[in-house]
């Protein structure tokens, strides 16, 4: 690099920032970089028993709760090769102050990653110590990891179809994303009806809601708690009484009433009072506070919060009609998303607005239940799909094409880790706004699930490279 005034003080600013730690250990985000990257003397590499490491596949970067890679292949000592995960640490203790010891998400690390040896504390898992196999001084990676060059895969780790798609022009791929796309639509569909046979078409709704609302992690005990009518088909139900229900079955209320002289006491006493005078009735279907997970969620996608909303649908007891009301009446394409968050945003809550969770401080100004991500969450994956299958079970072709209409004209969701991934592979890292539809996203995550999910990191027997090849030919 040119040794101008700039480059110079850039320099400088680096070595400022490289050291974060007083004892001198290097950022962990510079590590798992290194690691993503293979920054690394791929010859050279041993465990700290002496072992040799050949790194088949780092895996790729997980962006959720557990450990920092997933999906790795690793060889040690020649033996055979080992598909699973790998944790980066800045030492060998970290592994059990992080608890990753206790926790089940880390059960398939393959191999940790370490910055140095030390004297005790290792996970009893292989462990590699990277600072003698960097491939370049910790200055010089340091200044590269100010640039973007770290942040997408190295082109020799995305998919072996990222290059025959690169040739199939932009329509015809929007084209192949929409097939794939209508078969996750009718397979999301269909379960709704084998469900819906059993009971009940406005049952089989709720119970899509409440999944939804579970987010990734928490989806089954959400949709437990959906498949609980009794919990609501009670008349002259108010959404306070429904909190202290929900609360109390899910196992989401706090089992202390601890005085924080806040507001908080006051409404955790209400729901507890309402819920000890209902607790022996449901006693028997109380979940186990285990069942929820709360690693790497954000504060305003918790259960309790997503719970006080769906109390205001269901107390309400008007949410279906406000939907099937939205649904047949005519609204402009660039329309769809804000009209659907008004049929289903519900009046303010006097203290959910205000409260990420129980325990939470008072925000400085209230936040609607609704986030508009989630609007377009339900929409593809619950409401959509729900009101296509009635229709075709029901023989109404105008209103499956009205269903099928809004679904491929549907805005496209908030980007998240699983698509960055999944363009970063199959797209040669295309941006966000390159899938123009929240269809082309759902197409996107077909592909990976029909294909990319049946093989491993190195894409070994997959057959999608080969229908892409036949795509192009037929195009």
Known sequence: MSTNFYTQWRGRASKNQLLQESNGYPDEKLLQAVWQQQRLLRDQLTTLDGKSVRVLHPGFKNHGAGPDFRGAMIQIRGGVILTGDVEVDLRGSGWRSHGHDRNPDFKNVVLHV??????????????????????ASLTDLNAWLSTDSHQSLPEELRGKCCAPLKEILQEKLVELLHQAAKIRWQIKSYQFQARARQVGWEQTLWEGLFRALGYKQNVWPMQGLGELRNLWQKQSITPVDLQARLFGVSGLLPSELARTGTKSDDYLRRIWDQWWREREEFSEIIFPRALWRFNGLRPANHPQRRLALASHWLAGGKLVSKLENWFTTSIPDNQLLDSLAKALQVESDEFWCWHWTFRSARLPKPQPLLGIARVTDLAINVILPWFWIRALEGGNQLLQKQAEHRYFAWPPAEDNSVFRLARERLLSGK????????????????????????????????????????????A
């Open 431 to 474: 941006p966000a706004k390159s899938l123009r539809s929240a269809a082309a996203q759902q197409g996107l995550l077909q592909i990976v699930r029909d294909f990319c999910n049946h093989s491993n990191a190195v894409c070994e027997n997959c057959q999608f490279p080969e229908l892409v090849r036949a795509w192009k030919l037929e």
């Open 114 to 135: 370490i910055w140095e040896k030390e004297a005790t504390s290792t996970s009893g898992h292989p462990t590699l110590a990277i600072r003698n196999f960097l491939d």
